[in-house]
Nanobody
């Protein structure tokens, strides 16, 4: 069992930056692939980025490549999403999630979810 708690969301102007954090409880953190998803009002939840158990490999959606960076700190049981050059279309609720395997870009592939943190980018 893994419990996930996101933080770091907020209101930012276009072009600005935010860093999201996701703190995981439980000793099994290192056993999971970690991912970030987002959901805008009226839209489906979409994949943003994922990172392997070791942190050596990452995957990101084309819409955020070059702007967002995912990382994890095994000593702190925390995964981060550094978001730079934010755009109004990045607005939404951001969720972190844990998956038992790599290569999953759809929500059903993830077993555990946080409650989400709101990110709003103004133009």
């Amino acid at each position: 069992q893994v419990q996930l708690v996101e933080s770091g969301g907020g209101l930012v102007q276009a072009g600005g930056s935010l860093r999201l954090s996701c703190a995981a409880s439980g000793r099994a953190f290192s056993s999971y692939v970690m991912g970030w998803f987002r959901q805008a009002p009226g839209k489906e939840r979409e994949f943003v980025s994922a990172i392997t158990r070791s942190g050596s490999i990452t995957d990101s959606a084309d819409s955020v490549k070059g702007r967002f960076t995912i990382s994890r700190d095994k000593n702190k049981n925390t995964v981060y999403l550094q978001m730079n050059s934010l755009k109004p279309e990045d607005t939404g609720i951001y969720y972190c999630a844990a998956a038992p395997g790599w290569g999953r870009r759809s929500p059903p592939g993830y077993d555990y979810w946080g409650q989400g943190t709101q990110v709003t980018v103004s133009s």
